[in-house]
């Protein structure tokens, strides 16, 4: 073993890809490739019973879906349309041979359900049923059953938007008893040859490929699989002028996905030195789909987008049309941008439960995907700040001279970690006595300093009798089982009437010898030959055993050999939950947060470095196959639900690098284990883009990179995007690289990795409130431009756009540097259509365009949007918790066309769930408008633990210096009279000259008095 983890610390240069199946390696995928190519493909298989149609108890419809290769209906169809806009399709079997998993209630989708569409009026039309509503936000949405063959055609405000089942890739296995060829029916109690009947990808007449329906090699390791094939598939097709998808996290592609040969899978595992442009699969899934539909004669661009919800092993392919041919003609069509696009989606087992997000607009579509599946919680404050993490600081010392070392140099951060070397020999709840002997003395001193600690705590578990978790775990059969196979007698296979054939026959030839004498040579017998119609001696059909003996299993992990908790069990989650209460979890206290890491599950010795696939989990008899890609979703619920309990009111904080639909409700997230190299630092603006879209906002990648080390200027660029880019800022790095804190660079270089913390900590408000919008809306706090800027088709499809610039809020434009300034000293930036761009650093104006500018490593291009009032602190102290009572600083970003500007702030105590009682926060609106800055709006009471005072405002796009301010406050209209400084500044590139004021406001403004309030600039 040591030999083997010895051989996982070591840099490799590349990925292997020997270890990780592609779709061809996969028995269902590759069944499924050659299903959607049968002859006459659209030949009706599947149908609607229109006259099945019942009510549910949750608000929808369902139906029944009949074969037509088979007597009875054996799938029910269940459809719901939500008031949000949401249309959800799923397909499960009627009574079948054995139970398929379904995810529980509230664990993906919420609980109770999203309400139904009121007044949803149901028609029908020829071979069609027709539900009609409107969305909350007002969105006309028609959805078309189509009966023979089934499919779904979806439409908003009269265009349609999605297709499924379109090109009629429909596949549904249903299970099969051990080693039958078809799954029952009623037509006939002898089953036909699997080749000889149209039924699914595994029973077809043409090119039937039978292997791995039953059993897969692959790696060295042997897939059984008791209960036969179970896998399912559909199409989807994105209708009306298409130029890309977005989304399909997580996958290191660019931003508008790649249509590649191979299709993107989704089979959460731990990649080591995963590598740019590949549609292999990483650490976690979050299957959901973004299409834009480009308006055409004056009609607006609109945006859809289609989620999976099913957590076995899944692979999508995307596809265009060929030119020149029909939609849906052709099968591995890549094709240019434009036109619909398609995409099939199949999967291992399990259900078929499919949403369509009809949106139609991209607020709607994130609006929709957070009402089916929960809102993400408020975050602490402080898990915005700057976050120190490495693998691994060593002892308490060196921890401690981290953290003094950051105060040293004036660098301000919130958070420091430790990696797994803190613990004694990698059992999780424990310190290594050698190297933190009082750990609680450790943490108090960074408590001390108002700053917070995270420990990593993986979900595998050190096999020792010693140790307690364990023991308790395994005592109570809370751990991952493996089937010890054995092999019986198929009990069905019956042997046949006709098999009593006797080894041995009389010989019809041999005559007795006429000298025989019965007196003198005994009685005479016929001598035996061998009897040609014998069978043999008859051995039953071997099937294996559905009864095999179970044990714990056991994998290689980093503490060796390690049992895996079934996290599905809500028992063990609550037991997991438990272990991080104060008084268990020794040498922690209440500022000491979780790292789940390694929770894909990694297992170093398993098939693809991960759980075997047969393994069982206890909860339920489920297979590992089943749920696979919800592994590190249970575990860090648990890790949430756990630090929810240890100090009730507390919001948690875990992240976690595995992740699956939901995830957002309890974890942060960040990209894996990347590389020290400038297409990494690119592509993370696609991969957080992506992760974003997908509803999970509290992410990030390690700054600087994990694998290799950084020089200067790729330090430096990497921390400048991070801090407008990345909601989730931690920089991280391999056991075997240099130190790369910042102060361990040159003078020049910490210098100017300072200055992008410090602005980092300056934009705090701006962050805190955009991630209430989350919270509240499902707003992305950072997302690709076309979700601000639809209506500019250059945010579709244009490379810098979409691939080099992200918004933070509707705020801030940020563009990527990620090239050295030895190839290059000039980047082009694309500034969307709006009223314009303010510079982030000088406030110079520029117009809507695209740009080549000067690139200097003081700073990357970043703009304000022109019309926004941004909240901010000039205050900048050592971490975010001693900024609280700091007042604020307003800056105000004229719209040059209207003259006015407006903005939000949102305050709380940062820290606790106080807000949730509808008061102990305080939201206010501004607005700039006649040269007056004033509160529109203002709720909630103002929390006594944050300051929500005004000392400056600063206003650029004024058209003139101003002479004087005015400041007016309390309800008799009180006055003061303010200094104002004034300056101008130069334009920006495609925009003008304008002034810029700063107004010192004293006495500072309180914005706890509501609206009682006005700043006039003259």
């Known amino acids: ?294 308006g055409a004669g004056g009609e607006p661009s609109l945006t859809s987008a289609f989620l999976w919800i099913n957590p076995s092993e899944t692979f999508v392919k995307l596809e265009r049309d060929t030119q020149g041919q029909a939609w849906g003609s052709s099968w591995f069509s890549k094709g240019e941008a434009g036109g619909p696009a398609h995409a099939w989606w199949t999967s291992e087992s399990g259900v078929l439960d499919a949403a369509v997000l009809v949106g139609p607009a991209p607020a709607e579509v994130s609006s929709q995907f957070h009402a089916l599946t929960g809102s993400a919680p408020m975050p602490p404050l402080w898990a915005l700040g700057k976050h120190q993490c490495r693998w691994n600081y060593m002892t308490e010392k060196d921890t401690l001279s981290v953290d003094a070392n950051y105060d040293k140099y004036d660098l301000p951060y919130d958070v420091i970690w430790l990696d797994i070397e803190h613990t004694d020999g990698k059992a999780y709840f424990t310190w290594n006595p050698a190297s933190f002997p009082t750990p609680e003395k450790m943490v108090d001193a960074i408590s001390a300093k108002r700053r917070m600690f995270v420990n990593v705590v993986d979900p595998h578990i050190k096999k020792d009798d010693k140790f307690h978790v364990y023991k308790e775990i395994r005592d109570q059969g809370f751990f991952i089982k493996k089937v010890d196979w054995k092999m019986m007698d198929d009990p069905t296979d019956a042997k046949p009437a006709d098999w009593e054939q006797p080894e041995k026959i009389d010989d019809p030839a041999a005559v007795k010898p006429e000298v025989w004498n019965d007196e003198e040579d005994g009685k005479w017998e016929v001598p035996k030959i061998a009897n040609p119609a014998h ?117 948690p904080f875990v992240l976690t690098r595995s992740f699956f639909i939901g995830s957002h409700k309890y974890a942060a997230i960040w990209t894996g284990d990347n590389y020290a190299k400038w297409e990494h630092l690119q592509t993370s603006i696609a991969m957080v883009g992506a992760l974003t879209l997908a509803g999970q906002s509290l992410v990030g990648a390690d700054v600087g990179g994990f694998f290799k080390h950084p020089d200067s200027e790729m330090c430096v660029r990497w921390y400048q995007l991070g801090v407008l880019a990345y909601p989730f800022l931690r920089n991280h790095a391999h056991l075997e690289t240099p130190r790369r804190e910042p102060y361990m660079y040159d003078e020049s270089t910490m210098i100017m990795v300072k200055a992008t913390l410090q602005l980092r900590y300056k934009m705090l408000p701006l962050w805190y409130t955009a991630f209430h919008e989350y919270h509240t809306l499902g707003k992305p706090v950072v997302r690709p431009l076309f979700w601000d800027f639809l209506a500019d088709a250059q945010t579709h499809s244009d490379e810098q756009a979409v691939e080099n610039q992200i918004m933070l809020s509707d705020v801030v434009l940020v563009h990527g540097i990620s090239k050295p300034l030895s190839e290059s000293t000039s980047t082009t930036i694309y500034l969307p259509s709006t009223a314009g761009w303010y510079d982030l650093y000088t406030g110079a104006f520029s117009a809507p365009g695209r740009y080549d500018v000067p690139v200097t490593m003081q700073t990357i291009p970043a703009f304000y949007r022109a019309g926004t009032v941004v909240p901010l602190k000039s205050r900048i102290r050592r971490s975010s918790a001693c900024m609280a009572m700091d007042p604020h600083t307003l800056n105000v970003y004229v719209n040059p066309k209207t003259g006015e500007a407006s903005g939000r702030l949102y305050l709380d105590d940062t820290r606790t769930k106080k807000y949730q009682d509808g008061k102990s926060f305080l939201d206010v609106d501004f607005e700039f408008k006649g040269g007056v800055l004033r509160a529109s709006s203002a709720h909630g009471e103002a929390p006594s633990e944050v300051s929500p005072e005004v000392e400056r405002v600063e206003i650029f796009g004024l058209s003139a210096s101003p002479s004087k301010a005015t400041l007016t406050v309390d309800k008799a209209g009180t006055k003061y009279e303010l200094s104002v400084i004034s300056r101008q500044v130069p334009s920006g590139p495609g925009g003008t000259a304008t002034y810029a004021a700063v107004v010192k406001v004293k006495p500072w403004i309180d914005l706890s008095k509501g609206t009682d309030w006005a700043l006039s600039v003259q």
């Not at 590598?275 to 480009?294: D, K």
């Open 535 to 651: 069978k043999g001696e008859w051995k039953g059909k071997q099937i294996t055993d559905p009864n095999s003996p179970v044990s714990d299993f056991e994998g290689w992990c980093w503490p060796g050999t390690s049992g895996y908790p079934d996290f599905t069990d809500p028992r063990m989650r609550d037991y997991w939950g438990s272990q991080f209460a104060l008084d268990k979890y020794k040498g922690t206290n209440k500022d000491l947060y979780i790292w789940n890491d390694m929770n894909e599950p990694s297992v170093f010795n398993g098939p693809e470095v991960t759980c075997p696939r047969d393994a069982i989990h206890p909860n339920g008899n489920v297979e590992h196959r089943d749920v696979h890609n919800m592994y590190g979703y249970y575990h860090h619920r648990a890790t949430f639900e756990g630090l929810e309990k240890r100090v009730p009111g507390d919001r």
């Open 1 to 294: 073993l040591a030999a083997v983890v010895a051989a996982l610390l070591q840099p490799a240069l590349a990925v292997d890809r020997s270890k990780f199946r592609t779709c061809e390696q996969g028995s269902f995928c590759r069944r499924f490739k050659k299903w959607i190519q049968r002859p006459q493909r659209e030949e009706a298989l599947w149908s609607v019973l229109p006259e099945t149609q019942q009510g549910t108890a949750e608000g929808g419809w369902s139906f029944q879906v009949k074969h037509k290769s088979e007597a009875g209906a054996h799938l029910l169809l269940q459809l719901n349309t939500y008031s949000s806009g949401v249309v959800r399709f799923r397909l499960n079997e009627i009574s079948p041979q054995q139970v398929r998993h379904v995810i529980p209630a509230g664990d993906v989708v919420t609980e109770p359900p999203p309400a139904g569409a009121p007044g949803a009026v149901v028609s029908q039309e020829a071979g069609a049923t027709v539900f009609s509503f409107k969305s909350t936000a007002g969105a006309e949405i028609k959805v078309e059953l189509k009966h023979s063959p089934v499919s779904l055609v979806v439409s908003a405000d009269g265009r349609v938007l999605q297709r499924l089942n379109g090109r009629n890739y429909l596949n549904f296995e249903r299970y099969r008893k051990a080693k039958a060829t078809l799954p029952p029916d009623s037509t006939s109690d002898v089953q036909a040859a699997p080749d000889q009947v149209l039924l699914d990808a595994a029973a077809h007449p043409h090119g039937l490929d039978t292997h791995g329906l039953w059993e897969e090699d692959f790696g060295g390791h042997t897939d059984k699989k008791p209960r036969g094939p179970a896998s399912l598939g559909m199409d989807v097709t994105f209708e009306g002028d298409v130029p890309g998808l977005f989304g399909l996290p997580e996958h290191m592609v660019k931003a508008s996905l790649p249509f590649f040969d191979e299709p993107y899978r989704f089979f959460n595992l731990d990649v080591f030195e995963y590598e740019n442009n590949e549609p292999m699969a990483l650490y976690g899934a979050v299957p959901l789909l973004w299409a834009i539909h480009r």
